[in-house]
């Protein structure tokens, strides 16, 4: 008997080896026969040709094959039929989704870079819960904080499918909104969306997975997921809408109010060892975004095991914090320019987007200063070249560059020197904090819109070493490396008020 166990073990591992091979031919056919007024895929299938990978290279071919047809712009919805055909040996079996569930969840790509999972069509509703993925609903069973594989997870705690539940019995539409810029290849964004849709499933209940995959508007703090939730992802309710009955009559009210809906998230600004034992939050991106939209926050220590809020920190740069009052520029006691002054040379000092090339343009470059900037001109030599021509025409400029030490600035002294014309520095003291949140808003504010800078130009998101980079440089400019004056320029806002709520958001 025990010989004969041994003999069966092995027939059933030869006849998985033979029909792993044939998987391919089996998913072509399957896809050929498939409606053709339908473009679908099957996330299903992508979960076993993921579990099955470690057993052939057949199989990794064919995991690539599925997760490059996921990709698509239409809606993707699993097929429980072909998941099915496409079934192994029972053996070797580890269900990424059930067949049962596997048709009640789609996917959308709305932009690249912008996912939605949908499980059993959740119905549009006026309130919302909506809550962080990763550290909220779900964590790993490993305890890593990232997870080893699509199978590494579980609930936060074990009362969240109860909690959630609840919500869903008492009028609350469920949606999820998780950042996931980690997700740069192929077969990673397909684990990921067999995991999102494992926990839906799990959960039992209609309801929403967001996923942003970029640095981009759809990333929390930012707040376009939520706003294309509302205009589009909610079958036409207004998220918020107070409706009452009078007597058999429905009243709908015209004002909205969104503090019936809430968002919960653990990037909340908690300092390490804010309870016993805990780390510091890696960001407060998710106690932003929802102060972004006027929403009731809560971690989920406070939301699903009821302990008193801890206390945080926002983690920098405050917009709202911004004084109204500071001046322009100190000392006061010069003019910015002089009406006398004659040929100048103006050298700027600061951190990328601390409005330096805004300033530059309305105080300077009016005025008739000739324009020398970097990013224009692509090397230093040739600011050098322009500033020198610009000198030798009579013309006073402005160097708009980030100049953060004596070094890069002394080419621009010694030619003033050399053609003995005062040369100033105008030092934009807006701190790194200050400036990263101002590439932020003027890269991401206007995305879909064409809005840019005021003068209409579409601005890029900047990357982190730019600030990084200037801040390791940076040295305070003196008189002492030949300037005969040193302007401290304030960022001072201008602008209407409907903007300048706009910009206190939080955009990083």
Not at 361 to 370: A, P, Q
Not at 441 to 464: F, M, Q, S, T
Request: positive net charge; proline residues 4%; contains cysteine.
């Amino acid at each position: 008997m025990r010989n004969k166990g041994i003999t069966d073990l092995f027939a059933s591992l030869k006849t998985h080896l033979v029909y792993t091979r044939s998987l391919k031919t089996i998913t072509s056919k399957q896809a050929t026969t498939r409606t053709k007024d339908s473009t679908t895929t099957t996330v299903a299938l992508a979960a076993e040709a993921a579990s099955k990978r470690k057993y052939s290279l057949e199989d990794e071919k064919v995991e690539e094959t599925v997760e490059k047809k996921a990709k698509i712009t239409q809606t993707t919805t699993v097929s429980a039929s072909l998941s099915s055909a496409t079934a192994i040996h029972p053996f070797f079996s580890k269900s990424a989704v059930s067949t049962q569930s596997a048709s009640q969840v789609s996917w959308i790509e709305k932009s690249e870079g912008f996912l939605i999972c949908q499980f059993n069509s959740p119905a549009g509703k006026s309130k919302i819960a909506a809550f962080d993925l990763d550290g909220t609903i779900v964590t790993t069973k490993s305890g890593n904080v990232h997870a080893k594989d699509l199978h590494d997870w579980k609930w936060w705690t074990t009362s969240v499918p109860k909690k959630l539940k609840e919500l869903d019995e008492t009028g609350y539409k469920i949606v999820l909104l998780t950042n996931q810029a980690g997700l740069k290849t192929p077969v990673k964004l397909g684990n990921f969306k067999i995991k999102a849709a494992n926990v839906l499933t799990k959960l039992g209940i209609p309801s929403q997975v967001l996923v942003s995959t970029r640095h981009d508007q759809y990333r929390k703090p930012m707040t376009s997921a939520w706003e294309w939730l509302q205009e589009e992802g909610n079958e036409g309710v207004d998220i918020g809408r107070l409706e009452t009955h009078a007597g058999t009559v429905l009243v709908v009210e015209n004002e909205l109010d969104v503090t019936q809906s809430f968002y919960v998230g653990d990037a909340a600004g908690r300092a390490a060892g804010w309870k016993k034992g805990a780390k510091k939050d890696f960001s407060c991106s998710d106690r932003k975004f929802a102060h972004n939209l006027s929403l009731g926050f809560s971690t989920p220590e406070e939301y699903f095991l009821g302990e008193s809020p801890a206390a945080f920190d926002w983690g920098g740069f405050e917009p709202k914090q911004l004084p109204t009052n500071a001046p322009l520029f100190t000392p006061t006691t010069t003019p910015l320019v002089p009406d006398d002054l004659g040929q100048e040379v103006v050298v700027f000092v600061g951190f990328p987007a601390s409005g330096k090339t805004e300033f530059a343009k309305r105080i300077l470059v009016s005025r008739g200063y000739e324009y020398v900037n970097q990013d224009t001109l692509k090397s230093k030599d040739k600011c050098i070249a322009a500033c020198k021509k610009a000198l030798m025409e009579g013309k006073s400029v402005v160097i708009d560059n980030t100049n953060p030490d004596p070094p890069t600035r002394a080419a621009y002294t010694a030619l003033a020197k050399t053609n003995k014309i005062p040369i100033r520095c105008f030092w934009f003291t807006a701190p790194e904090g200050l400036a990263k949140h101002n590439n932020a808003y003027r890269a991401l504010r206007g995305v879909g819109a064409g809005a840019g800078d005021k003068e209409g130009e579409k601005r890029d998101l900047l990357p982190g070493m730019a600030f990084s980079g200037y801040a390791s440089r940076f040295v305070e400019p003196t008189v002492r490396e030949g300037f005969t004056e040193v302007k401290r320029i304030n960022f001072v806002w201008e602008g209407d008020e409907e903007t300048r709520k706009e910009w206190e958001k939080w955009w990083c």
